[in-house]
T-cell receptor
Framework: DGGITQSPKYLFRKEGQNVTLSCEQN?????MYWYRQDPGQGLRLIYY???????QKGDIAEGYSVSREKKESFPLTVTSAQKNPTAFYLC????????????????FGEGSRLTVL | QQPVQSPQAVILREGEDAVINCSSS?????VHWYRQKHGEAPVFLMI???GGEQKGHEKISASFNEKKQQSSLYLTASQLSYSGTYFC????????????WGAGTKLIIKP
């Protein structure tokens, strides 16, 4: 079955630690995204990538880093510089981005819930 | 700038209709609608593109008023499965055509 797999589903981190959230897709999609969701709020874009070896900052990239070495993988590292990292993190992919005549739906993973202790 | 969704929450009886609005202060290129159930990932409902093209599925309709910079989602004869939080995402030239999401509208359907 095609889809997006995020891991881990739940993660606890001590202050000052870096953590990496995994996101893998087998949909052969070019574009991948990382969003952060806080309780009662919409999604906020952290980073996105439209092609391998290239990515762009979203609205709240500070304290986060990503890589896109393979088409199917887009891991997110939450660094110690992120002041308030406790949140629900969602990874998504789309075949051709979210705009233009190729605009298509976003396919989301199940999410990773990060809690800082 | 974040689009404004209204209402923030609505409670319906099964079979009733609902309208959810999404307004932007920017000229819109496209509007995307998703539904999210608690603790789950958002699920795609509809895309509305500038120029009138719509892409979507399920028995849900939507409108896109480019002049008023707003979109409305119409849920008719609501079912229990329609419960959840509805989000609109808007793409504009200012956002580099990446989606900016509204805060959501919580829909509760009672039997």
């Amino acid at each position: 079955d095609g889809g997006i797999t995020q891991s881990p589903k739940y993660l606890f981190r001590k202050e000052g630690q870096n953590v990496t959230l995994s996101c893998e897709q087998n949909l052969n999609h070019d574009a991948m995204y990382w969003y952060r969701q806080d309780p009662g709020q919409g999604l906020r874009l952290i980073y996105y990538s439209q092609i391998v070896n290239d990515f762009q900052k979203g609205d709240i990239a500070e304290g986060y880093s990503v890589s896109r070495e393979k088409k199917e993988s887009f891991p997110l590292t939450v660094t110690s510089a992120q002041k308030n990292p406790t949140a629900f993190y969602l990874c998504a992919s789309s075949p051709g981005g979210t705009s233009g005549s190729f605009a298509g739906e976003l396919f989301f993973g199940e999410g990773s819930r990060l809690t800082v202790l | 700038q974040q689009p404004v969704q209204s209402p923030q929450a609505v409670i319906l009886r099964e079979g009733e209709d609902a309208v959810i609005n999404c307004s932007s202060s920017k000229a819109l290129y496209s509007v995307h609608w998703y539904r999210q159930k608690h603790g789950e990932a958002p699920v795609f409902l509809m895309i509305l593109l500038k120029g009138g093209e719509q892409k979507g599925h399920e028995k849900i309709s939507a409108s896109f008023n480019e002049k008023k910079q707003q979109s409305s989602l119409y849920l008719t004869a609501s079912q229990l499965s329609y419960s959840g939080t509805y989000f609109c995402g808007t793409a504009t030239p200012d956002s580099n055509y990446q989606l900016i999401w509204g805060a959501g509208t919580k829909l509760i359907i009672k039997p």
